[in-house]
Structures are given as C-alpha cells and as structure tokens.
C-alpha cells in the first residue's frame, strides 16, 4: 500500500523545524533543526522519539552536499547536480543500493524521486493552500525514513539556495 505524508513546516519555532503527519492527519515523525551547531542538522524522530535519520551538512564539499545517517553511519549522500538546464536535479548516492534522482521544480516542491526509470516517490504542493506544507507519496517497499529524509534535505538545500541569491542582491 502506499504511504501518504504531509510535511507542515512549524509557524512557531526557533530553526527550520516539521511536523510529518500520515494521510489521516496524525503526527508520526519530527524534524527537529539542531541549532547552535557549526553545520546543518536536523534530526527525524518517530512519535515515540527514536531516531529514524540525521541530515547533516557536509562541510567541505565543491558543492552543497548532506549525509543523510542512520545510527551515526551514512546511508545516504544527496547533492545538487552540476548541469541541469531545464530542471533542478539532485543525486542522491544510496550506501548498499541503487542511487536515486531527484528532479523536478524542487523550490515549488513538485519532483519526483526515481530509481532509474521507475518513480519511487511524488512530492507535491499542489493540494495543499498552506505556505509550506506539501505532500509526499511513497511506493510500498520504500524506506520510508530515508525519503522522508530526501525530501527534508532538498527542501533545506533549494531555501539555502533562495537565500543567498536573496542575500547577493
């Protein structure tokens, strides 16, 4: 079956923090934004507080680069791609696995996920009135948590990108 989510950015808080809710509209995972740390993280908790994945920024990289952990190892790379003319892209090396594309109008927060030719995972704005709140669903067999944490990552990477266009004019 597929699993629907919704990621509502908090109104009220210090950082960049969310609420994920399932399709019923009940809270299961948090994103917390650790402040007060050299580089971006953020941390994905379940509703009882385990960790399902870290997002840390990579410090020392040629281009915008997060590792996205699971118990303190990397499970995932994500970083923009260096030519897209048409869309935005990102390249998501999975550990262990086949790596994923991310491509569509990422700062509208309408792309797909794709392993190879087969989509994995919709994000979607468009049923939502919300600033900042989008959908996302995702094929039966997925790790949840790791697309879950794509989605936290690109919307992190595109508002960083917005900001320092916004910051150079």
């Known amino acids: 079956m597929t699993h629907r989510y919704k990621l509502r950015q908090r109104l009220i808080s210090l950082g960049d923090d969310f609420v994920i809710e399932d399709e019923?509209?009940?809270?299961?995972?948090?994103?917390d934004n650790k402040l007060l740390r050299i580089r971006d993280t953020f941390v994905i908790t379940d509703k009882e507080g385990n960790e399902v994945a870290t997002i840390r920024e990579r410090m020392l990289a040629l281009r915008e680069t997060l590792d996205i952990l699971r118990g303190g190892e990397a499970i995932a790379v994500?970083?923009?791609a260096w030519f897209t003319p048409l869309r935005d892209k990102f390249m998501i090396d999975v550990k262990g696995g086949d790596d994923l594309v991310a491509q569509g109008n990422l700062l509208d927060h309408e792309y797909s996920i794709r392993r190879g030719d087969t989509v994995i995972?919709?994000?979607s704005k468009r049923w939502f009135t919300f600033r900042d709140t989008y959908g996302i669903t995702i094929n039966p067999g997925e790790d949840d948590g790791l697309i879950l944490a794509i989605a936290v990552a690109i919307d992190e990477m595109v508002h960083d990108d917005v900001?320092?266009?916004?910051?150079?004019?």
Request: glycine share 4%; aromatic share 4%.
């Open 24 to 31: 019923h509209g009940q809270p299961v995972y948090n994103v």
């Open 78 to 80: 994500i970083r923009k």
């Open 121 to 123: 995972a919709q994000v």
């Open 163 to 169: 900001k320092s266009k916004d910051s150079d004019e």
